[in-house]
């Protein structure tokens, strides 16, 4: 009999969720692993706030509902506040694989140490997109380029700048989503970046993006460690 894992994600805002239910929950329903987007949320709020005084009670409240439940987190670094565990580590640090090690590093100590009875050691994954989820979009320029209806050599210069779509960095004018926003007052998170990630596929996205990869590549290893 295959062992199977079940996993929430919690996640930002809107956009993430759609992105996991359409492109992540099919592919790893496959390998029988069902993943549930859940977004952020506060009483009379939803995603945008992610300071960890508030994403950690969500957190703690999903580790307590399943004990066999997996959880994970998928959150843009670009909108972390300065309470969020690693960050600061993070900023002094020269690239994205860097950072992104720092910041999952202590976020996982950090919520261990707040839930220790959960055991949050095994079953907590997180997952901090660098430097935003739109950065993804950045995998194959000509199909960007195509939806966006500008030459496809303006997303290659960007790409070929920073070194690769998770190196695109978090400065207020040219994070992922503001060079979007420059290149065509026609974005939309939602459904132009769904659309523009639908025509790539998931392949070509890890193939481009390997913090991305990295941690698709752990979820889709969950029902091994079910056999342990």
């Known amino acids: 009999m295959n062992e199977s894992a079940e996993i929430v994600a919690l996640v930002e805002g809107k956009t993430e969720g759609i992105f996991i239910s359409k492109l992540l929950a099919p592919h790893l329903a496959r390998l029988n692993v069902y993943m549930t987007p859940i977004i952020i949320s506060k009483p009379g709020e939803k995603g945008g706030d992610v300071r960890f005084g508030r994403v950690k009670n969500d957190i703690g409240l999903h580790l307590k509902q399943r ?12 909108g972390l506040k300065t ?8 900023r002094k640090r020269p690239c994205a694989k860097d950072r992104a090690e720092a910041v999952n590093r202590a976020t996982r100590n950090a919520v261990c140490r707040l839930f220790p009875e959960r055991r ?41 700048k920073c070194g690769s779509p998770e ?19 026609g974005f939309r998170k939602t ?20 913090l991305f990869d990295e941690w698709l590549t752990a979820i889709e290893r969950l029902p091994e460690s079910e056999t342990d």
């Open 120 to 160: 949050a050691e095994r079953r907590f994954i997180p997952y901090v997109a660098m430097h935003e989820f739109e950065a993804l979009l950045f995998s194959a320029p000509e199909i960007l380029a195509s939806r966006l209806q500008v030459k496809p050599a303006l997303i290659a210069n960007i790409v070929a």
């Open 191 to 210: 459904t132009t970046g769904i659309a523009v990630a639908e025509d790539i596929g998931l392949s070509a996205i890890r193939a481009r993006c390997p």
């Open 167 to 185: 190196e695109i960095d978090d400065s207020p004018d040219t994070a992922p989503s503001k060079r979007l926003i420059q290149l065509s007052n």
């Open 67 to 78: 004990t066999g439940t997996y959880l994970t987190l998928f959150m843009d670094y670009y």
């Open 83 to 90: 309470d969020w565990p690693g960050l600061d580590d993070a």
